[in-house]
T-cell receptor, first 113, second 113 residues
């Protein structure tokens, strides 16, 4: 089966600019997650979708971050405006069912200068 | 709410020596437990998982982990490591209801020749 696809792989922007990341989960996986991984830290959950509905976005900085999952398949995560502290790898993951492991994409490495 | 604590940020070890990476968790609900590995510039891959049943679980690449409910621990072990095991290892906990997965800060395993 095809894995979780993410693009772009790398992105460099200046602070106050906007950026968007795209994720296509494994076919049939209803649950999708976005994680932020700052260098030297573990992944931090930003938002969890079940189909096209938000299950948990308690850690999403909603003043600058937004995410959507139209039609319950692929998803986009947007940052506007970006800050220096947003520099991180943004990981997308999908889940087949509750007791399955997460399947991760290779991530998008964002550098904000 | 759940939390995960990985007790060692870095573990240097010589090739063919045994290794243990420690993980403690806290949760007020039933959980599933996972260990993931991350190689440079890649997403996370599943090493092993504990869902229920036998407290000793075996994973890929010769790794195993033991679930200890009384000590709320899920330590990862390998009897003899290889240079190729050099990577970042993450312990994770997922609630059995909403499937929200939380990660520890990670342990960097460095295998020396």
């Amino acid at each position: 089966e095809a894995g979780v696809a993410q693009s772009p792989r790398y992105k460099i922007i200046e602070k106050r600019q906007s950026v968007a990341f795209w994720c296509n989960p494994i076919s049939g996986h209803a649950t999708l997650y976005w994680y932020q991984q700052i260098l030297g830290q573990g992944p931090k959950l930003l938002i969890q979708f079940q189909n096209n509905g938000v299950v948990d976005d308690s850690q999403l900085p909603k003043d600058r971050f937004s995410a959507e999952r139209l039609k319950g398949v692929d998803s986009t995560l947007k940052i506007q405006p970006a800050k220096l502290e947003d520099s991180a790898v943004y990981l997308c993951a999908s889940l087949e069912r509750g007791n399955s492991p997460l399947h991760f994409g290779n991530g998008t490495r964002l550098t904000v200068t | 709410a759940q939390s995960v604590t990985q007790l060692d940020s870095q573990v240097p070890v010589f090739e063919e020596a045994p290794v243990e990476l420690r993980c403690n968790y806290s949760s007020s609900v039933s959980v599933y437990l996972f260990w993931y590995v991350q190689y440079p510039n890649q997403g996370l891959q599943l090493l092993l998982k504990y869902l229920s049943g036998s407290t000793l679980v075996k994973g890929i690449n010769g790794f195993e982990a033991e679930f200890n409910k009384s000590q709320t621990s899920f330590h990862l072990r390998k009897p003899s490591v290889h240079i190729s095991d050099t990577a970042e290892y993450f312990c994770a906990v997922s609630d059995t209801g909403g499937f929200k997965t939380i990660f520890g800060a990670g342990t960097r395993l460095f295998v020396k020749a």
